[in-house]
């Protein structure tokens, strides 16, 4: 952070990011990373990561958190790329992004409340979802009306479970 150290430089933060990227994996059998350790290691393991967060990252060079989940694939990825080069996370991020509250598993009001206890209260707040529903396909038809109804109730219902951040 300090090599760049401009006020209109700052971090776009992705609770699907942070928490794929320590919590889940869509390769392994149980869909979370168990190569640390046990289950209750990694949940230490990524509860310190988050204070770490929180404790570093200056709240001021935080522009934008950006909201999203992860469904479990059906059966894990196989750890190559697919018939279109797409790498495993790559696939999961791709397809099976739900808003939060929505059936997925990542610890994302975990991720929002690490953000919020830097002291951050002026960044953007926007889901990102790539929802090709649990399959990952994009079979599931529609409403767009009612899916931005949902992701408005799950961005609240997000806030609301953020509520008691310092």
């Given amino acids: 952070m300090s090599a760049v150290n401009h006020p209109k430089i700052g971090l776009c933060l992705d609770t699907f990011q942070i928490a794929g990227g320590e919590y889940g994996d869509p390769c392994s059998s149980s869909r979370i990373i168990f190569d640390r350790g046990l289950q209750q290691k990694l949940e230490m393991n990524f509860s310190q990561s988050l204070a770490e967060l ?13 909201i999203s989940d992860a469904y479990k694939p059906p059966a894990p990825f196989r750890d190559e790329e697919d018939e279109n080069g797409m790498r495993p996370r790559g696939r999961w991020s791709h397809d099976f992004r739900p808003y939060p509250f929505k059936g997925g598993y990542l610890p994302v009001v975990q991720v929002a409340k690490a ?4 002291g951050v209260r002026d960044a953007w707040l926007s889901m990102e979802v790539f929802d090709g529903g649990r399959n990952g396909k994009w079979e599931e ?20 479970e953020c509520a008691d951040a310092p």
Wanted: with cysteine; hydrophobic share 40%.
């Fill in 115 to 118: 953000v919020l206890e830097t």
């Fill in 141 to 160: 038809k529609r409403d767009l009306g009612e899916f931005c109804k949902g992701a408005m109730r799950s961005h609240l219902k997000v806030l609301d």
């Fill in 54 to 66: 929180s404790a570093i990252v200056p709240s001021e060079k935080i522009y934008l958190l950006q």
